[in-house]
Structure formats: structure tokens, C-alpha cells
């Protein structure tokens, strides 16, 4: 949160919560020495300035285009989101490594990624992919965003510190390069 948006700042009244989530809170709180307020508060934040959970969440292109894709492919588009801290930490790491830092910024990497969807859906189709999570199509268009970049070290980066030893990386970041006439990255 910038100095500006820590200046103009609103207060919320939560009401009717019950007693053992307000249990739960006060007892996390307190194990992590930090106020009510402010566990609260840094929860709302880390959840609400994830650009990329939020937008998958709010858009509806994103609903539209995992629906259109289930149908396509015969994916089953699970009912839940897929969450866990490591979807968090993965999420910052693409936003810095990306420059994502804005919903304006995610909708431009959705919607120019958009004509190359069906190949990524294709890939995980035939690696046996049949059930995934809401908002799947927003991760094929990151995907695509990572092939689409020029700097092969940034590439790199992100295979390291994102995707590990997966072994069929670079085969289906090199599968999007082609279609969009870009030269093979030699694995590391």
C-alpha cells in the first residue's frame, strides 16, 4: 500500500461473525502478536492486492473463456479456486517478474493472449489435464505471456522459480514460440 492510499482510508464494521471464528482470529492474532485489526486488515490486503486472483476472479471473460474451453476440450472446470499459499507466492512472483501491478495490466495480458489458448489448453489435454480449477484460462494466458517475452534469462528465471525441474517445460513454451514465429529457447 502506497503512502497516498495509506492516507485516504475507510473503515469497515464486520458484524455477525461467530464466536468461534472470532475465537479463531484472536487466537491467530495473538500467536502472531499483532491486533485483531491488523491480521484482519493484512489479510483483506494480501488478498485484494494479488492482481492476478483478483482479476481471475472478477472478470468475467476469464468465467467465459474456461467455460468455452470446457466445452471445446471436455475439461471439467472444478466448481472451486484453486488456492494455497503456493498460488500466492506464484502469484507475486509472475506479477514482479511481469510487471503486472495493475488490473489494467492483467487485462492486457489476458485479452493478447487470448488467440492462443486453445493451443495451451490442447497441450494439457494431451498430457491427460481433464479437471482444473476456475480461472484456468488466466493461467494458460500467463503461460503464453512467459513464452511471449524476449529476455531468454527472464525465461529462465521464471522456469527456476516457478516450474522447478518440470520436465515439459520448455517442449510447450517452445510449442507457443512457434506458433507465434519467436526462436526456440534452449533449455537450462
Known amino acids: 500500500m502506497t503512502d497516498a492510499e495509506k492516507a485516504e482510508t475507510v473503515s469497515y464494521t464486520l ?3 461467530s464466536s468461534s471464528l472470532d475465537k479463531t482470529i484472536a487466537a491467530v492474532a495473538n500467536t502472531l502478536g499483532k491486533s485483531k485489526n491488523a491480521l484482519i486488515l493484512e489479510t483483506l490486503e494480501r488478498e485484494f492486492y494479488n492482481y492476478i486472483s483478483t482479476y481471475a ?10 467455460a468455452e ?3 471445446k476440450f471436455g475439461i471439467e472446470i472444478l466448481s472451486e479456486w484453486y488456492e494455497s499459499e503456493h498460488t500466492i507466492q506464484y502469484d507475486r512472483y509472475l506479477s ?3 510487471k503486472l501491478d495493475s488490473i489494467d495490466k492483467m487485462d492486457a495480458v489476458f485479452k493478447g493472449n487470448l488467440p492462443l489458448l486453445e493451443l495451451r489448453a490442447q497441450q ?9 480449477p476456475r480461472g484456468i484460462s488466466l493461467t494458460f494466458a500467463l503461460f503464453i505471456e512467459i513464452a511471449k517475452q524476449k529476455d531468454e534469462a527472464l525465461i ?3 522456469r527456476k522459480g516457478l516450474f522447478g525441474i518440470t520436465k515439459d517445460f520448455y517442449e510447450s513454451l517452445n510449442e ?13
Do not use: F
Not at 476472479?57 to 474456461?66: G, T
Not at 494439457?124 to 482444473?132: A, D, E, F, I, Q
Open 15 to 17: 458484524r455477525n461473525l
Open 69 to 71: 474451453l470446457a466445452k
Open 124 to 132: 494439457l489435454v494431451n498430457k491427460g489435464y481433464m479437471r482444473l
Open 156 to 158: 529462465h528465471e521464471i
Open 96 to 98: 514482479t517478474k511481469l
Open 57 to 66: 476472479r472478477s472478470n468475467l471473460l476469464v468465467s467465459a473463456m474456461d
Open 176 to 188: 507457443i514460440r512457434a506458433a507465434l514465429s519467436l526462436p526456440a529457447i534452449k533449455p537450462q
